[in-house]
């Protein structure tokens, strides 16, 4: 029997019991969908929280902390293969504001090395980077944050809106610095000004105000040197001083990250975190499809007694297959093609049903969560719900297909083992 024949075969056949048909094949629907649904949801959650970590940090970028006691070695991390920028930023255990027209903000001032800065590919949100002492970049709130007195007691006192700060462009403009012990009321005396040429780009995370101030590392000694001829004591920590590396691209992360454990270093990069993550997920992942799976196995119930019943009702046909000459592998071939086929249709109707859930899940849950919580920021959330990746599609269907083919395995095989005599004797 030629294939198209068979396949004309099993097609003629289906078509005779078309209601049982449709339930088998909507419930081996049902259980695919709910297979690759399931599972959905953990890699929605996994990419989700990939995206938030990614979008948190600069996704090259590895922090390094030295031990007890002891040093940095810049020189030692230099020659570590693929590390690109060192960035350094100091901080100081005393208040620092900026004072412009009547206007002031305590800002986070941070000194830095402008050059490695650069290479860092530090983004601005306009201007551009020092090129000399006198010029600073301020953070992304840094403008809006700049209140009169006034302002600033009005928000304390009738906790009323945020005021709008400074509206104008702060690029160009020259703000003055003062320091202020943190136990003390008064200011020092010396002040210094600063030319505003850049400004920083707006953190991933919509919570986060950056009103930091960004400043060459020459002055670390200048206003050090300040703090000491004005306070009476120098606090014992008082500049704490970040390290972090840039890497050249983000394959070269785990590699710069491995050499640098190997120097004894503590180190932390976005890469290890990712790591972890995946492994969760991993096993997340692997539980939700198992529980699926179960469903699969569920509706392959249907399957078997779909094909046990098509066995039983065509018996004469059977014999009559035999008695012609028809071989028991092409008896067995024609069930199991029709378990199969109903494994193929029941799968491409649960993909097709799936990316419609899932996209109506992340439409529509984002806008449920939102509403539930009353808040309408929430409404808008970039959280995906449920992702359905090629490879979750590709499972799944050998999953639905290959348990199709299981169930009616058992049913082919009793209908090469009729006898022939007794199956022609059979009434129709």
């Known amino acids: 029997m030629l294939f198209k024949d068979q396949v004309d075969f099993v097609r003629q056949h289906i078509k005779k019991n078309k209601l049982r048909v449709f339930m088998t094949i909507l419930a081996a629907t049902m259980g695919c969908a709910f297979l690759i649904v399931l599972a959905s949801i953990g890699f929605g959650i996994q990419d989700t929280m990939r995206k938030e970590i990614l979008q948190d940090q600069a996704i090259t970028e590895v922090e390094v902390y030295p031990n007890e006691n002891e040093e940095l070695n810049l020189e030692e991390i230099k020659s570590v293969p693929y590390v690109g920028a060192i960035v350094q930023r100091t901080s100081m255990d005393v208040m620092t504001s900026f004072h412009l027209e009547d206007r002031s903000i305590q800002g986070n001032l941070l000194l830095t090395d402008m050059k490695e800065e ?11 980077l020092p090129q000399n002492e006198s010029e600073i970049v301020v953070g992304y709130h840094f403008a809006q944050n700049l209140w009169t007195d006034a302002e600033r007691a009005k928000v304390v006192e009738e906790e009323a809106d945020l005021p709008k700060g400074y509206e104008k ?8 610095l003062s320091l202020q012990p943190y136990d003390s009321e008064d200011a020092f005396s010396e002040q210094w000004k600063f030319t505003v040429v850049g400004v920083v780009d707006n953190p991933a995370r919509d919570w986060i105000i950056d009103q930091s101030i960004l400043m060459d590392k ?3 000694t200048k206003l ?3 703090y000491e001829a004005n306070a009476e004591q120098i606090p014992e920590n008082f500049t704490y001083t970040t390290t972090k590396i840039y890497t050249s691209s983000l394959e070269h992360v785990k590699s710069v990250t491995k050499d640098l454990k190997d120097m004894g270093y503590n180190v932390y990069s976005v890469s290890e975190q990712l790591e972890q993550i995946d492994v969760f997920f991993m096993a997340f992942k692997i539980g939700l499809i198992f529980v699926g799976t179960i469903a699969v196995l569920i509706s392959s119930i249907g399957i078997f007694n779909t094909m046990t019943m098509a066995v039983t009702e065509r018996t004469r046909e059977i014999g009559v297959m035999k008695a012609i000459g028809a071989s028991p592998k092409l008896i067995q071939r024609l069930f199991l093609m029709e378990s199969a086929w109903i494994g193929i249709i029941g799968t491409v109707l649960a993909v097709i049903i799936s990316y419609a859930v899932s996209y109506l899940a992340n439409w529509i849950l984002p806008m449920v969560v939102g509403s539930a919580l009353g ?10 719900f449920s992702l359905i990746p ?4 590709v499972l799944a269907s050998t999953i639905s297909i290959g348990v199709a083919m299981i169930s009616g ?3 082919a095989r009793k209908a090469t083992k ?3 005599i007794q199956a022609l004797r059979q009434e129709l």
Do not use: C, F
């Not at 650069?118 to 551009?128: A, D, H, P």
């Not at 808040?375 to 995906?384: A, V």
């Open 169 to 176: 462009s702060i690029i160009g403009k020259t703000v003055t």
């Open 218 to 220: 020459l002055w670390l």
């Open 390 to 393: 090629w490879q979750l599609v």
């Open 418 to 420: 009729i006898d022939v």
């Open 409 to 411: 395995w058992r049913p």
């Open 224 to 226: 050090k040197g300040a």
């Open 118 to 128: 650069e290479q860092s590919n530090l983004k601005l949100s306009e201007g551009r």
């Open 375 to 384: 808040e309408e920021g929430l409404q808008e959330l970039s959280i995906t």
